[in-house]
Each structure stands twice: as C-alpha cells, then as structure tokens.
C-alpha cells in the first residue's frame, strides 16, 4: 500500500517539482561536501562521493552483468565515460573548495555553449557564446587575482564537462540496447577504482570518523543518486524545450544555494557574471543530432543532449 500511494504521488506530482528537486540537490550535494572539507580533504570527499553513488548504482543495476556482455569497444567507451567522471569530479570538488559555488556552476556551463555554437552556428547561438565570454570574463577579473588555482580548477572541471558530453553522447550512440542509466551505473562502477589513486589516502581519515563517513555517502546519494533520478521523472513529463530552458536557471540555483548553506555572498559583479551566464544558456539551442543514438529509453538521450551530466 505505501509503495502504491508513492506511485500515486510521483505520477500527479506537477513536472517542474521533479526539476526543482533535481536543480536543489544538484548543488546541495556539493554545498554539504564544501561543509565536509573541515574534517576531509577535497579528494577524499570526492572519492567517497563516488563510491558511495556507485554503491546504490550496483545494488540498484547491478552494472557487472552489463560489463559482462558488452564487446571491447564497449568496454573501452565506458572506462574512458568513467575515466572523465572521476577526473571531472576531482577538479569540481578542488575548485568548490577554493571559489564560490555559483561562480563554479556558472563555468562549467560554457562548453555547453560552445559546443552548441560549433553545433549550429546560428545568430542565436553566436549571440548566446558573447554573452557567456562576457560573463566569465567578469567572473575571472574577479577571481584570478584571489583565487587564480580555483580558477584553474574551475576551468578544468569545464573542459572535463565538454568531454563528458562528448563521452556520454559516444556512448549512447555505441551501447545499443542498453539504457542511459544503465551505462551511468557501468561508468560510476569503473570510475570507483580509477578514483582510488586520487582520493583513497585522502578519504582514509573517514574510516575512523563515523561523522565524516556518513556525511560522505550523503554527499554521494544527494549529489548524484537523487538528481538522477529527478531528472528522470522531470525529463519524462516535460517538453525538452521547457527542461532546456529550466537548465539556464542552475548557475543561479547555485548561487542562491552557495547564501543559503555556505554563507557565499556573491559582490556585485559576480552577480552580474553569473548572470550573464543564465542568459547565455537560456538563449542558446542545441545543435541537431548528428548521430541516431541508440537507447531503450529516449529520456536517455535527451539527458545526454541537455549537457547536464547527473549530480556532479
């Protein structure tokens, strides 16, 4: 009976409740990991985001039976989707260490930009890619004299995002039959080990700080498992023009979130700056699909085509 009133819930729940909570957690999850840089490092709690994510990814998907089956090409296109999610989330961890939350959201959406004008060089896209200069050029006279390593952080993390599109597009076009969720979960599942370098030591200090450890596997289930699955629901009751446009409200959603938890008051020009963004990735549109990609779910690849990977 819960389980029918629960069922009950989510399919008369309105579509951008779903969006809300995926936009929240999206950037709650990293806010509570900016909290927990107090008792760990910045790549310990990025570690532990991970394999805890991948935990309740394994149990749910159980992904092995996936690898199992899968050809090499498949494998190689998995590890190296797992590869740019763990470097991708070590450099967004390093960077929300040392620069606002918001102004780091707000970054990481330029290749988005970029790659939609490269996409469909439109006058639409064109105007949207000045904007997007403009407005990280703000952020980055405010920030490369304060924090000039956060700012190459940060732009790392943006780069890293343009390769994860790229990756997760390779894989919904190469992985056919199986469902983008499905190749999340085989990605987070490799990524597990290639993030042992990296956050292993760092994370070892939560091993005997039973605070620390829980706080980490929060950080995981409220940074990827929970906006995932929001984002599924949202994705498969809404217009994918309405959730493109939602989209541009994140760097604000961050900002307003980096007040709220962490006390980040943003000056005036960063305001303005991360502005400028939100109207950049308002403006711009996705380029068509040049490949067919091949999914058991289509909301699979309309994820994949906002460039909004899931939780970082």
């Not at 706080?215 to 629901?233: E, F, K, M, N, R």
């Not at 541009?248 to 305001?271: D, F």
Request: with cysteine; aromatic share 8%.
């Amino acid at each position: 009976m819960p389980f029918f009133g629960s069922r009950t819930l989510l399919s008369t729940a309105p579509p951008w409740s779903f969006f809300i909570g995926s936009a929240v957690f999206h950037y709650l999850g990293p806010a509570f990991a900016v909290l927990l840089f107090s008792r760990l490092a910045p790549l310990g709690v990025a570690g532990l985001r991970i394999w805890s994510a991948a935990l309740v990814f394994a149990l749910w998907r159980r992904p092995w039976r996936l690898l199992g089956r899968m050809d090499p090409a498949g494998r190689r296109t998995i590890v190296a989707w797992a590869a740019v999610l763990a470097a991708m989330n070590a450099c967004f961890y390093l960077a929300i260490d040392r620069l606002p939350l918001g102004t780091v959201a707000a970054i990481e959406f330029v290749p988005v930009i970029v790659l939609a004008a490269l996409g469909a060089r439109t006058p639409r896209n064109l105007a949207a890619l000045v904007v997007v200069v403009c407005g990280v050029g703000v952020l980055a006279d405010v920030r490369l004299t304060g924090a000039p390593l956060g700012f190459v952080f940060a732009a790392a993390n943006a780069v890293l995002f343009a390769a994860y599109i790229v990756v997760a597009h390779r894989a919904a076009r190469r992985l056919s039959g199986i469902s983008g969720i499905d190749g999340l979960a085989g990605a987070m599942l490799v990524a597990c080990v290639l993030v042992v370098p990296l956050g292993l030591w760092q994370a070892a200090p939560a091993l005997i700080d039973p605070v620390a450890l829980g706080a980490g596997i929060g950080v995981g289930i409220t940074s990827s498992v929970i906006p995932y699955v929001c984002d599924q629901l949202a994705m498969a009751r809404m217009a994918r023009a309405t959730y493109a446009l939602l989209v541009a409200l994140l760097p604000a959603t961050a900002t307003v979130i980096g007040v709220a938890v962490l006390r980040q008051v943003p000056t005036v020009a960063e305001v303005a700056g991360v502005g400028l963004v939100v109207i950049a990735v308002a403006l711009h549109r996705e380029a068509p699909p040049v490949v067919e990609e091949m999914t058991d779910d289509p909301r699979a690849s309309d994820f994949l085509d906002s460039g909004y990977p899931p939780g970082k």
